[in-house]
């Protein structure tokens, strides 16, 4: 079945770079997502990567993936004390209708 | 463009009320998902339909909960009885079809169950 598993907790300092793992099950995943949720809002969507690529770059954040190991990852360069939020992973098998499955999140606490 | 449209933001209820919890999805968007988030379970997918049909509704916890979406501006997620541990917050999303399959989610109803 599906399954994304994340780790719950990130601190970093201000400045530094954050890395969000992300592992999921399910092979047939075609499009893989982070969302990012601030306090008392809804998600929204950071960026994306369709399964058919090894990497995604756009300005500070680097989405890294290992579709062998099923495997996901999210840099944030230079991280700053508003990127303090809970970052979800995401898969889906299509973009046309099918269901999105969320892991845990990940909440990264950036100290100044 | 206004985006999803949840109401009410926040309801605090007796155990045994009825609940209904309301959803705009974005006009054009044929796909719409509820989502539940509690601290416990994380973000759990209950029930998602396309061009107002329900697809998969296999996270609907038990028979407690329903949803409709009677047209495509319209869906709710009713809970009768409540009980204390549907306290949660309750996502809606839509989306349409579109080479990112982007969701796009409401505020959120946060539920409190006494």
């Known amino acids: 079945g599906e399954d994304v598993e994340q780790s719950l907790f990130l601190s970093v300092r201000e400045g530094d770079s954050s890395v969000i793992n992300c592992t999921y099950t399910?092979?047939?995943?075609?499009?893989l997502y982070w969302y990012k949720q601030e306090p008392g809002a809804g998600l929204q969507l950071l960026t994306y990567?369709?399964?058919?690529?090894d990497m995604k770059q756009d300005q500070r954040l680097t989405v890294l993936l290992n579709k062998k190991d099923k495997h996901l990852s999210l840099r944030i360069a230079d991280t700053q004390t508003g990127d303090s939020a809970i970052y979800f992973c995401?898969?889906?098998?299509?973009?046309?209708?099918?269901?999105?499955?969320f892991g845990q999140g990940t909440e990264l606490s950036v100290k100044p | 463009d206004a985006g999803v449209i949840q109401s009410p933001r926040h309801e605090v209820t007796e155990m045994g009320q009825e609940v209904t919890l309301r959803c705009k999805p974005i006009?054009?968007?044929?796909?719409l998902f509820w989502y539940r988030q509690t601290m416990m379970r994380g973000l759990e997918l209950l029930i998602y339909?396309?061009?107002?049909?329900?697809?998969?509704d296999s996270g609907m916890p038990e028979d407690r909960f329903s949803a409709k979406m009677p047209n495509a501006s319209f869906s709710t997620l009713k809970i009768q009885p409540s009980e204390p541990r549907d306290s949660a917050v309750y996502f809606c999303?839509?989306?349409?079809?579109?080479?990112?399959?982007?969701?796009?989610f409401g505020e959120g109803s946060r539920l409190t169950v006494l």
């Open positions: 999303a839509s989306r349409k079809a579109s080479n990112t399959g982007e969701l796009f």
């Open positions: 399910d092979s047939s995943s075609t499009y």
């Open positions: 990567i369709f399964s058919n690529m």
């Open positions: 995401a898969e889906s098998i299509d973009n046309q209708g099918g269901k999105l499955i």
């Open positions: 006009s054009g968007h044929n796909s």
């Open positions: 339909f396309n061009n107002n049909v329900p697809i998969d």
